[in-house]
């Protein structure tokens, strides 16, 4: 947990919530004309609220949400003035410039893939693209690469706890497929299509025939459910993808991102009592100098004579390990082992869970039990953040 808040908190005293919207909002008519295609876009100015939607109505001031855009189909729906809204105590440092980006997305796509006055949402497609091309945008006004990790931090440790999210996560790979397979134009021309009549195309028969492999093309044309015949709207997809080549397509930089949180994956969550555990081994694997003793094993056949004693059965404490060995032989130390009997009283039962799911190896070398921290690579996958707790 203090990693993650070290992560997340790298925060200027003097961060100003104001000239960065300005600053965000300085880029977003160029990059609304790049990745939409939509001229002119005037970007609005969030507003900060204390709970959704002050001053207009009180049916979500429980929300927790980031950021709400509204369009002005939603202006309509809920009463309120169209515009992005951002929850004050959800501002956390870093997410804002990101979540400028993602809801100036909803309003971009509201121009180029939406009949006017429609409320129409596409979780998978909305949210993945305003995911995908927000970062890409982020990047492009920033060139900040910091703030770039900082976002995929978030989404790796924070986002994927929270099963409201799995849209954004699940939803944006499907996105990311179509966008790679068939490119900028593509998605382009199939906005263009959807802002024609967004009823024409079955949605979620598009997102399970992209994930399951065909092409996008293909793939788009079957998921056609219009009244027009089926060979006029693929004519005129065609048209329309010819046409968006001429425009600028995805450049090496966006790739780079886009493939950056493709790598994403949901970490894997074990119950308290085992993260409880895993946090104690990792710990008293890193002691310096370690209490603990190491497998005679995993000194090198030509060091061990150097060694008083060694036999193939007798762990060799750590303290006793001559300087000539340690300076020439690195990460002998993963190889420690910790006695079972060392295993604090409360955290025995997560110590075995842990063994039994091979996140670390009990052995027995005599009569004494030994955790092997490393032998299931514990450390190694707290360190990267595959392994979160539950809670
Ligand atoms: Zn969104």
């Not at 507003?47 to 980031?66: M, P, S």
């Not at 195309?201 to 293909?218: C, E, N, Q, R």
């Not at 006029?232 to 995805?250: C, G, P, S, V, W």
Request: include cysteine.
């Amino acid at each position: 947990m203090n990693r993650l808040c070290t992560q997340l908190s790298e925060i200027e005293p003097e961060y100003d919530i104001d000239s960065v919207f300005r600053k965000m909002s300085a880029h977003l008519p160029a990059l609304a004309k790049r990745y939409y295609g939509v001229e002119e876009f005037v970007p609005v100015t969030p507003q900060i609220v204390e709970y959704y939607f002050e001053g207009y109505n009180e049916l979500y001031r429980n929300a927790d949400w980031f950021a709400f855009n509204v369009n002005e189909a939603e202006s309509r729906e809920l009463g309120v003035a169209v515009g992005t809204y951002f929850k004050r105590d959800q501002v956390s440092p870093g997410i804002p410039e990101f979540t400028v980006m993602h809801e100036a997305n909803h309003a971009m796509q509201e121009r180029a893939a939406v009949p006017a006055g429609v409320h129409h949402y596409v979780p998978w497609l909305d949210e993945g693209l305003a995911d995908i091309f927000g970062r890409m945008m982020l990047f492009a006004a920033t060139e900040d690469e910091r703030l770039l990790r900082k976002v995929k931090t978030f989404r790796t440790e924070v986002e994927v706890t929270d099963p409201r999210k799995v849209t954004y996560h699940y939803g944006e790979e499907t996105a990311a497929l179509l966008l790679l397979r068939g490119r900028l134009p593509l998605v382009k021309a199939l906005l263009k299509a959807r802002q024609k009549d967004p009823y024409s195309v079955d949605w979620s028969a598009l997102a399970t025939g992209i994930k399951k492999g065909i092409d996008p093309h293909v793939a788009i044309v079957t998921s056609y459910s219009g009244t027009t015949k089926r060979d006029m709207f693929q004519k005129q997809l065609e048209r329309d993808e010819t046409n968006f080549r001429k425009e600028a397509d995805l450049n090496q930089s966006d790739l780079r991102i886009l493939s950056m949180f493709l790598a994403t994956q949901r970490p894997a969550v074990i119950p308290a009592v085992e993260y409880r555990a895993a946090l104690w081994f990792a710990e008293e694997a890193a002691k310096n100098p370690s209490p603990y003793s190491i497998d005679p094993m995993a000194v090198p056949e030509g060091f061990r004579p150097q060694i008083t004693g060694w036999e193939a059965q007798t762990p060799i404490p750590v303290a006793s390990l001559p300087e000539t060995v340690t300076k020439k032989v690195s990460g002998l130390i993963t190889k420690v082992l910790i006695p079972s009997a060392s295993v604090p009283q409360d955290l025995k039962s997560g110590a075995d869970a842990l063994a039994n799911s091979y996140f670390v190896i009990k052995r027995k070398m005599g009569e004494t039990e030994y955790f092997e921290p490393y032998g299931g690579g514990l450390p190694y996958r707290l360190g990267s953040g595959e392994l979160r707790c539950a809670w």
